[in-house]
């Protein structure tokens, strides 16, 4: 083992990667305009959902209720007659509308309340839904009971807080799958393009050996990944703002884990493609279930029970709950040891492959 | 002194294709050996196994006194393959320094032959320029500067001058001659008579199978034949058909 040819091997890498300005930007730039959009699109005001609201009459209740929809921030509450309500929803200038009658609130008897939903948009409807449900027993409360108070629950956090929202439940898992998708990527077009021009050959036949080839793109790319996963690292918490807990260098470790076998990874199946175009048609085996399954978006939990013993059976599934762990609960390395150890035997599992495909170089 | 390669009765098959065919010969250090023959010989295959690049099916590769394929010589031979296959995006004096620190050269050692060989091969303008502006004479000489950097014993070289003009030819092959001189041993295929005749011993591949190895002059007397194309249609035993591409 030479580390003088490791390095040589190393070198080469950064230095090609260097020449390749717009694969940088496809590392470094892509992951944070991604960021960006999702920052914006989970944090930016869209339109906000309508609800026509028709009192048929005015009641205590009724301005209650009114108030209390009045105060929800995603939706805009309309006063309106009952026949241009209706038509407006079917039109769908509005996306429900809630008829209030004028009953007066006793014991015992139930206001007849009338909810139409436009009812195409699933996430309109259920935002109408819940914040009607949400408004109504609060408001029988308010208005039936003497001091005029209604319970109040104030929610203690052991972990986010109030101002917790997608994008930080998102972003700690979205540096791990850059960081694994794009070093993937990368190595099996570059290791396959090295069996295409013929110069495994002359590495085959030069006095490096398979540990040292294996190694020394293992250092060239992880150098790359963890440069990405600082400035993801460093964006997401100084530019988004994103909520975190633990410590930042343990979020670039454990990146550092997942590329290591991500390298390997691409090194392995290259030897399985013959064409760039065949490189490409692996991303829907490896990287599409792992969007999928690794509870970046759906909590693993709430899947299917088949669907979850898959999901840990994928490396990404670790790596993001560890990810999760660090960023948001604070975690530290002593907790995450089964973690470390399923990245780790991963590796190493992925090296140990990715060698067994060099040795069939010498055919 | 031991022979550089000693082949006894080296066969190769892929899957039912039997490349190389029960093949025995010997070269002596110190000589340029010329390997002719038509595309589809077998040539290419027999140097890939002299390098280690593929493994004998049958029989007994010998390279500088080890069983090939061995890692523990690698560091001793230079191989040039038939297509560069070196980094297109790099520049030929980052190619350069890549092979030269495999084979553990380094700092003004590493320098000074980079010089020589650019100097040498005539490319000394072209050194920091990346080889995807190279044409393909310029790409085979590039090839060539990084099978030679790193002062091999043995050169194995798969047709070094396809596509060169023949000034820079001669040069190649005075530069070659120099080599064999200084005692290092230079294994090259070939499918030109001209070059054919430049070397000391020279071997006639055909169908994988070596029809004859001797000097160029003990071939001619042999077949009687002035010529070594006729040389080699007699020993082929099948007059008028094409030894190879002019």
């Known amino acids: ?363 | 002194m031991d022979a550089t390669i000693v082949a006894d009765e080296v066969s190769r098959t892929f899957g039912p294709v039997r490349a190389i065919d029960r093949l025995t010969l010997e070269i002596p250090p110190g000589v340029i050996y010329g390997l002719l023959g038509p595309s589809g010989s077998g040539k290419t295959t027999f140097l890939r196994m002299v390098v280690g690049a593929l493994r004998p099916t049958e029989g007994r590769l010998l390279v500088l006194g080890r069983t090939m394929p061995d890692r523990a010589v690698a560091g001793q031979i230079g191989y040039m393959p038939q297509t560069a296959a070196l980094y297109p995006d790099l520049t030929l004096r980052e190619n350069l320094a890549f092979f030269g620190r495999i084979y553990g050269l380094r700092g003004r050692k590493l320098e000074d032959r980079v010089e020589q060989l650019v100097n040498d091969l005539g490319l000394l303008g072209w050194v920091d320029q990346p080889l995807y502006r190279f044409s393909s004479g310029m790409l085979q000489r590039a090839s060539l500067a990084c099978a030679l950097l790193h002062q091999p014993e043995l050169l194995v070289l798969d047709e070094p001058t396809v596509g060169l003009d023949p000034v820079l030819r001669r040069s190649l092959w005075a530069h070659f001659r120099q080599l064999a001189e200084q005692g290092k041993t230079l294994l090259i295929s070939t499918h030109t008579m001209d070059e054919a005749d430049r070397c000391d011993l020279l071997g006639f591949l055909r169908g994988g199978r070596l029809l004859a190895s001797d000097t160029p002059a003990a071939l001619r007397l042999q077949t009687g034949q002035a010529d070594l194309e006729d040389a080699f249609l007699a020993l082929a035993g099948q007059p008028g058909i094409p030894v190879g591409e002019p």
């Open chain 1, 1 to 363: 083992m030479s580390w003088q040819r490791v390095l040589a091997l190393m070198l080469r890498i950064v230095r090609q990667f260097r020449r390749d300005k717009r694969t940088l930007a496809l590392i470094l730039v892509v992951p944070v305009l991604v960021l960006s959009l999702l920052g914006y699109i989970y944090r930016g005001s869209g339109e906000p959902t309508r609800l026509a609201v028709v009192l048929e009459g005015d009641s205590p209740l009724a301005r209650q209720v009114l108030a209390l929809l009045e105060e929800t921030s995603s939706l805009q509450v309309i006063v309106m007659e009952r026949e241009p309500a209706l038509q407006a929803v079917d039109r769908r200038e509005v996306d429900g509308v809630l008829v209030l009658p004028a009953l007066p609130v006793q014991p015992g008897t139930q206001p007849e309340v009338e909810l139409i939903l436009e009812g195409s948009q699933p996430s309109a409807a259920g935002a109408i839904a819940g914040a009607v449900s949400r408004a109504l027993p609060q408001a029988i409360i308010q208005t039936m009971s003497p001091s005029g108070q209604a319970i109040q629950i104030e929610p203690r956090f052991l972990h986010g807080g109030p101002q917790f929202d997608q994008l930080d439940y998102f972003a700690p898992t979205f540096i791990g799958f850059f960081a694994f998708f794009f070093v993937f990527l990368l190595t099996s077009v570059s290791f396959l393009r090295e069996r295409l021009q013929g110069s495994i050959e002359r590495l085959i036949v030069s006095p490096l050996d398979r540990r040292e080839i294996v190694l020394g793109y293992m250092l060239g790319f992880t150098l790359f990944a963890t440069v990405q996963s600082i400035v993801m690292v460093i964006f997401t918490v100084a530019v988004l703002r994103i909520h975190y807990a633990g410590e930042l260098w343990l979020v670039v470790f454990l990146t550092f884990l997942m590329t290591v076998g991500a390298v390997n990874l691409g090194i392995f199946l290259s030897a399985f493609a013959r064409t760039e175009l065949q490189v490409v048609q692996f991303i829907p085996i490896v990287i599409t279930p792992q969007g999928l399954l690794s509870g970046i978006i759906w909590p693993v939990d709430s899947l299917p029970r088949p669907l979850q013993w898959l999901a840990q059976a994928l490396p990404l599934t670790w790596a993001n709950e560890a990810l999760r762990a660090v960023m948001i609960r604070g975690e530290g390395l002593d907790a995450l040891g089964l973690h470390l150890a399923v990245l780790i035997g991963f590796a190493a599992a992925m090296a140990a492959l990715a060698m067994v495909t060099l040795r069939r170089e010498v055919a």
